[in-house]
Structure formats: structure tokens, C-alpha cells
């Protein structure tokens, strides 16, 4: 008889090996499924994890998969830290996207300009916009104790509304034919958030990602702050002795979380999508929550959780192209990641025993 | 020149021929497609799927085609045209309006490969632009509904307020007015190409007003069959013939073909004549289909229709003659006149009557 018994302390060791139990895991169950689509397995786990980063024009996937990755970690390490004291941000997404309206629109407002300093103001004020819509379920939780993962989730909807309405209204080029979406950022040189050297990938967001890993990994390592957040966390009653003021935290990490993805929706807009749009947002706000407990909420492994996912991406495009499979069969591969970690995140709580020794 | 650098020349061009005909035998044309949806959509993404098979099945070994689906509109379409271009590709079709800039700026790192974008507008030395008329196909659903309904009152299920959508709103309300003075138009906006549950809920309140026929401008058959459960609804197959719906509630079609057209331009891929257009064909060319008109129509209705068809697939009838005045009573086309193609195609504006206003 199996039985699971729960462990006093969670375990260090699974806490590490899950993720990569959890990977190995994923490519059996995945070579089992493109096996049945009659693909050869073996293979196709070689286009989708060795081919974007080894193979033939490597030097391309491997700069767009920091293109991908960044706005995920970017957006893992904003959310990890709430999570880490039992905040819980659903709604990045919707700050993704406010982050690049704020931003976008002053770049729109001003153009043809040219000047210096007006990237950098983008920066921060799609920064701010990310915060301001982290702020509305702060603020509902702390006044009216509304639950801050429904109202960040539902200001989701709110964001692409307000997305398409940009689209369509205020932000739509004056010279597009009536066509919907706003003026491309890429041909306006002061907005542009180009590639610093080219075929690298690199861009600001690149830059601001790694940036995001090392603050967040000495606000929570090294600063007061961050043992709060901890505290929070695992102990609520505890962290008011050590004087956490809940509501201070609240606002903190919602609006701290809030801004990075802000952020990252602006370094997306300004560079490689270039244009608001209706569909701009394509999920980095969604993914970067698998990416942020994939990398166990802590900085480095969210850096290498995320240029996981992106490989997944990369690779899946691949493995459609060259051999054929479904996109959706790529979407279910990427679902039993998540799955596998969950599951095996049991391990981490629970012991599993063989043999009833206690009834 | 002299006699020895013309043996030499001749020589390599010899040796050039000898290793470059066999070569260009043994190597197919490598031809690659990006989707915006699921092949499986049934609607938009399945026709072009359909017409590569159709290229597939024409060339032979002398063409290989790959293609990647649902690839949303934005970077990841960038990277994905990217890839087919790496991977050797040497025509590249992408086939949504919102792989636009995306296209453009792959057409520029890769100039020796050949681009084609599905409805959009801008063209460069190496990328071309196709689409079809739409309209053509709604001035005889347009024909057929003003006939039919008992209500007067026919809905639309727009995608975006673009001009393609307004093109088809336009060119419906025009010709049921025509056979049906007491005819009303009611748009909803779905906001999307493809969304079955989206779609539904716009058909329920569609009918839930008391329209009789309902037209869909997105991909997905759930609007069929949410007409097919209230019972006295009709309704277009959208894109692909949705003949599953036949013979009611789904009454006729518009088909996209690209069949002919993917044929057209692959064949001058492979012959060298290739050239960089703006291609807009309709029924006349056999861009747009029109599905069987089934028997829940009058036979008279029916002969309307295929009359009207004729008449614009010969060029003789163009579904916008004037006179016609823009929703705001202002003057649009005097009497016989036709727009150019340009102002058709940046059409922003509902015609005299079409109730509701277009989001701006």
C-alpha cells in the first residue's frame, strides 16, 4: 500500500528536482504523444529542445529566444515576489498591456519629435501604467478586502477593451487606409526599441530582465524587505510581530508586480511588436505565472525557467515546419510541463511511504 | 573578345548549365505558408490550406510546401516568416491582414525570397499583396435575404470595423434595400476572426432581436448552428461552404478560393516571372465561389441570384453603382458611377440607412 505522509520541513532536494523530474517527465509523456500522431518521438524532442539552440542557423533562435524569454522573466520576477508572500497577481497581463498604452500614447502624441530622453520616459511611464492597474486590486483588498485574484484577473478584460478601443480609436494611424492598429514604433528612431547590436536579440527589455533578477534577487536574499515578504508568506501571524504592515505589503508587491510587466508591455510595444494592436497581447502575462513556479519563485531559477518556455515556443514553431505536427499538440506539451510540476511539487510536501506500517 | 576567354567562358557557362539544370530538377521549389488560425478552423485558415493542397496536388515533387498554424499576429509572425525563410523557402505566403509589418520587415532582411500577403496593402520589390472581393459574394446574399425575410430585419456578425467588413455590410444592405424597401441591417462586432463561443452569443442576440437571416463575417460554424437550434433562421456558409448546414439553415455560400491563384503565382515562382503585385480578384477570376444555393430558396429567388452573379462575374454590374449617399445623407456615387478600387478598398464609412455606428 502507497501512502503519502507529510514532511515536517519541505524538502530542499525535491524543492530543486521537481522542475527538472518534471521536464524529463514531460518529454516521455510528449514523445509519447507525438508517437501516437505518428511522428518519430525521438526526433521530434530533438527539433523542439536541441535544433532552436544547435542546429542549423542557431545563431538566429538563439537571439529570439532572448526576445521571448524576456518579458517573461521580466514579469516572473514581479509576480514571484508577491507570490512569496501569498499575494496572489493573476492579472500581469492586463498590466502588460496598460504599461505599453501609457507608454505608447506619449510616444504617438509627440511624433515626429525626435529626442533623447523620450525613450526613457516611455520607460518609466509604462512602468507607472503597470503600476497604477497593480494598484486597483491593492487598494480594493486593503479597503474593502475584495479578493486581489479576481479583480487583477477581471481588470484583464478591462485592459484589452480598453486595448482594442485604443486600436480602433485614439491610437489608430492617421495613415493607415482606416485600417486598424497604431503608427509602427520600429520606423520612428527616438521610440524605437531596436536591437543594441544586431542579430543579437538584445534590446533594452533584455537588459531589463537580467537587471529585474539580480534587484529581485537581493531584495529577497539580502534586505529587510524581502524577509518580510517571507515571513508574509509562510507565517502571516509571525510577520506581524516582526512588524509587517499587510496592507503595506499588499500595495508593495501588487504595484511592484504591477510595473514590471508594465514595463515589459512597453519594451514589447516600442520593439519587437512595434504596434498597438488589438491582438498585441499574446499571453506573456498567463505564461509568466507557469514561468514563476517552474523557477520555484526565485530569481535564477525564473531566468532559466523562462528561456525554458521560450525553447518550447522557438522549438514547437519548429517542429511544425519541419515535421508537421499539430500547433495544438505543442500547446498540450507545454500544458503537461505545468502539469508534471504540480504533480511532482508533491514530493517536495509529502513523503510517499510503501507498506502500511501505521494504519 | 578573344578566342581563348570565349572557350573559357563558355566552358563555365557550360559547366554552370550541366551542374545547374540537374540541380534545379532534383531540387523542388520549397514553398511556405503561415496560418493565423487552426487548420482545422473550417473557415478562413482551412481555404489556404486547402488551395496549398491544391498547389501541392498540381506540382507535384517539383514543389515542397510546410506551413506553420496559429501564429499570433504581432513578433511571433515575424519569427515564424523568419524561420520559413531560413529553412529555405523560397515563396512565402502569409496569409492574415495582421501579419502586414511583420511581412514587410522579413521581405527586407531577405531579399532574395518572395513574399505574398493576403489582403493587406503595402508591396515592396520582393512582396506581393492579394485579396478578393468579398463583396461581390454579399450583393448575392444581399439579393437572397432581402427576398426571404418575413421579419425584415437581417443581422450581421462583424469581425472588425475594417474596411473589408463595411465593403460586405455595405454591399448586403444595398441589394436587400433593392428588393426589399422595408429591409433594416443590424450589425454586432465580435471582435475577433474566430471564436465560436464569441459567435454564438452574437447570433443569439442577433436572432433574439428578430432577424430571420444571419450573416457572419468571422470563420467558425457556431453561428450555424446556433440558427440551426432556433429553427426559422438562415443563414451563409463564411469562407469554406459550411455545407453541413445545408439545406438550411445554411441556404448558399461565398468560398474562398486561392486555389487558382496559389496555382497562378507558384507556377511563375517556378518559371521565373514571378512579379511583385497587387492582385484583387473576384468572382470573375474564380477568387470568390459561390456555394450552392439549396432548395429551402424560391426557385425564382434562386434565378435572381445566379442572374446577378453572372452579370458581376462578367463585369457588366458593379455591386456599388450609384447613386448612392453615405450614411450621413452626405453624396457618395452620382447615378452609374463606380468607386475606383482605392476607395474601395479604404472604405470607413456605412451607406444611407445601414442603422448603428461604425467604431472609429
Redesign the interface.
Known sequence: MIRLVKRPMPSKFWSWTTPLVAVIATMIAGGLLFAILGKNPVEAIRVIFWDPLFG??AD?FRS?LL??AAPLILIACGLAVGFRAGIWNIGAEGQYIIGAIFGASLALAVYPAESWFLFPAMVVLGAIGGLLWGLIPALLKVVFGTSEILVSLMLVYVAQNLL?YMA??PL?NPEG????GSR?L?GYPSAFNDELMAGTGVHWGVLAALGAVVAIYVLMQRHIAGFRIRVAGEAPRAARYAGVVPARLIVFCLCLSGALAGMAGLF?VSG????I????N?GYGYTAIIVAFLGRLHPVGILLAGLLMALT??GG??A???L?L???AIQVFQGMLLFFLLGFDLLTNYRIRIGGARA | MNRRSFLTSTAATAVVAASGLPARAADPLKV?FIYVG??GDMGWSYQHDQARLAAQQEYGDRIVT?????V?????A???L???A??GNQLIFATS??FM?ATV?VAKKFPNVKFEHATG?KQAENLATYDARFYEGRAIQGTIAGRMTKTNKIGYIGS????EVVQGINAVYIHAKKVNPDVEIKVVWA?TWFDPAKEADAAAALIAEGCDFVLQHTDSTAPQAKAQEAGNVFTFGQASDMIAFAPKPRVSSTIDHWDPYYIKRIGEALDGTWKPEATWGGIGTGMVGIGEISDAVPAEVKEEALALKDRIASGEYHPFTGPLKKQDGSEWLAEGATPEDGEL????FFVEGVSGEL??
Open positions: 542549423p542557423n538566429y529570439q526576445v521571448k482594442a480602433f480609436g489608430k487606409y482606416g485600417f486598424p509602427n520600429q514589447e519587437p511588436s512595434g504596434q494592436t488589438d491582438s498585441f499574446v515556443y522557438i514553431d519548429m511544425q515546419l519541419m508537421g499539430p500547433s495544438a | 511556405g487552426p487548420v510546410s506551413y506553420i498554424e496559429n499570433p499576429e504581432g513578433p511571433d515575424e519569427r515564424a523568419t524561420q520559413l531560413l529553412q491582414f495582421g509589418d520587415n496593402y472588425f470595423p475594417i474596411p471582435y478598398a479604404g472604405m470607413n467604431p472609429k
